[in-house]
């Protein structure tokens, strides 16, 4: 079984980051499973990345979006390139994200 390395970029550190702040406000062990949830869904990215559906992007779109459910309300946003999987962002389904991308 081929294996991928997961990269994370800077902007879906600071999702993430909006994310847990935003959970914290909450609870805090809400906004701690939330972290845990997110990073081992990007590192099982790992075993079968193109098992997750593709993202609808505009036609001006420079790649293939995939997108992956964390907990019914985060989408995980990724790319598969040759021997690696790319993270893009995390971003809250409740949000109005289009302009994000």
């Not at 949830?37 to 993202?55: D, R, Y």
């Not at 964390?70 to 989408?75: D, H, Q």
């Amino acid at each position: 079984m081929k294996k991928y390395s997961a990269i994370w970029t800077t902007d879906v550190l600071s999702d993430l980051s909006s994310c847990i702040s935003f959970g914290l406000k909450v609870s805090k062990e809400g906004a701690r499973e939330l972290k845990i949830a997110i990073s081992q869904a990007g590192e099982s990215l790992g075993c079968f990345p193109e098992k997750n559906p593709i993202f609808p992007t505009p036609k001006w779109f420079p790649f293939v979006l995939r997108k992956q459910v964390v907990n019914n309300r985060y989408l995980v946003l990724y790319t598969v390139e040759e021997e690696k999987v790319v993270i893009y962002r995390v971003l809250d389904v409740r949000r109005s994200f289009q302009q994000l991308l």
